[in-house]
């Protein structure tokens, strides 16, 4: 069996054992070495699904839908279905997931463990605000049933809980109702930061989903300059387009990053000059939600040696100031990242004890693995953070430092006595004594 990866190949750690998992077997046994970690569809970045010991409890076998109620858009199925997966039943029955990360190949025990979010924050929060209950099995062989009413300590542990408080076995959920399969979506452009903040708050007081794409090649009095899409479920009609997706594929990993200043400039002029729509266009939901999912194996655009995403979340009386020097710090050191997303969380508190999603404004960046010199940029930025009182996303990191996972996630030592003794991830021994 191949050995899991994260999704930006970054670290390459090697589990001892892999053990595929399916509904018909107990999951844990006495020949497993530890400690266990369960992995998805290994959509996270970094080390947050790895373990460079133990076993890697794979949750793929973990595929079947057991309840859905058309009526009340309550779904319970196991945590190894994707996101795709359901989507597929419960979209042509009207109904949506109630928040969903940027793929729709990730696990809805992964979407769980991660306590995702999505472009409509600040209207339904996080993922784990949704979810109704699931069932825990820990390595004692005890299983638990979680819920707002039933073991819930363990139920905000586990929601945001990386995978560390024992394997989700079943998950069930509220979605939401939908006319259609359908988007309106409005884009506009803005020349730069300055412009985003009045243009962002307007859209979110009209639009429940909202996102920013941002040029962070652009200097001078364009510097933050991008564009802005404010979409809605569209309202029931009698006739739609016709969408058929259509998917290309990245065939190999070449030697080196197609990545680099030159057809990133190329690239994001490009996109700024696309095509807007002010006034508003139906867009299918695929498009719109998971632009990348069209690009099977667009990670291997980064060339072998992986990428690193820089996820963070700066508070809100800090993130117009360092939301600016972040993007002052990449033009200066002539970096530049292919995907450069700014988003507003809402006020709306993480039910997780390490849930990420916190108010303020979160910047998601991309960037070639170029060693040293990219550590040192990430370093800068984690200098950055840290004195702003913001924090990183562990899904998203594959060398967040020890003190600032600490400072960012204050919760983490009572969180700990939730973990499972026998789960442990090489993110956790990472970031913990």
């Keep these: 069996m191949k050995t899991p990866l994260s999704w ?30 369960p992995y998805g569809n290994g959509r996270s970045y970094g080390d947050v699904c790895l373990t460079n010991e133990g076993t890697l409890l794979l949750t793929h076998g973990l595929d079947r839908f057991i309840e859905f109620n058309p009526v009340t858009g309550v779904i319970q199925c196991e945590a190894g279905m994707t996101l795709a997966d359901i989507l597929a039943l419960i979209v042509p029955q009207g109904w949506f997931l109630p928040v969903t990360p940027g793929t729709r190949l990730a696990t809805i025990g992964g979407a769980v463990a991660n306590d995702v979010h999505g472009k409509n924050h600040h209207i339904m929060g996080s993922f784990g605000h949704h979810v109704r209950a699931f069932e825990l099995w820990r390595s004692d062989g005890s299983i638990l049933h979680c819920s707002a009413t039933e073991n819930t300590d363990y139920f905000k542990a586990s929601i945001g809980g990386l995978g560390l408080t024992g394997l989700i076995r079943w998950v069930e959920l509220q979605l939401i109702p939908v006319n259609n399969s359908w988007m309106w979506v409005q884009s506009q452009r803005f020349q730069n930061l ?34 802005l899409f ?28 197609l990545i680099n200043p030159m057809s990133l400039r190329a690239f994001n002029a490009l996109y700024y000059r696309q095509s807007v729509k002010p006034q508003g266009a139906l867009s299918h939901y695929v498009p719109y939600f998971y632009p990348l999912d069209a690009i099977q194996n667009w990670n291997r655009i980064y060339g072998r040696q992986g990428f690193y995403q820089y996820q963070c979340v700066i508070p809100p009386d800090n993130a117009k100031e360092a939301t600016l020097i972040l993007l002052n710090t990449i033009s200066k050191r002539k970096e530049g ?86 789960f442990s991830s090489s993110f956790w021994k990472r970031v913990t004594p």
């Design 8 to 37: 930006n190949q970054l670290p390459r750690v090697f589990s001892e054992k892999i053990h595929a998992l399916s509904y018909r077997q107990e999951p844990f046994s006495t020949h497993l070495p530890k400690p266990f970690l």
């Design 230 to 257: 404010a979409g809605q479920h569209a309202a029931s009609q009698n006739t739609y387009p016709v969408f058929k997706e259509k998917t290309k594929r990245i065939p190999f990993s070449p030697p080196f990053s």
């Design 337 to 422: 990242s292919f995907l450069a997303i700014l988003k507003a969380f809402g006020n709306q508190p993480s039910i997780g004890m390490l849930s990420f999603a916190r108010p303020g404004m979160t910047l998601a960046l991309d960037f070639p693995n170029r060693g040293d010199k990219t550590l040192r940029l990430l370093a800068d930025f984690d200098a950055l953070v840290r004195e702003a009182g913001g924090a990183l996303y562990p899904a998203k990191d594959a060398r967040m430092p020890a003190d600032l996972f600490q400072s960012g996630f204050p919760q983490w030592e009572a969180f700990s006595h939730f973990t499972d003794p026998n």
């Design 194 to 227: 300055d412009e985003f903040w009045p243009l962002n708050a307007q859209a979110e007081q009209n639009f429940p989903y909202t996102v920013a794409w941002i040029d962070c090649m652009a200097g001078g009095n364009s510097r933050g300059r991008g564009i």
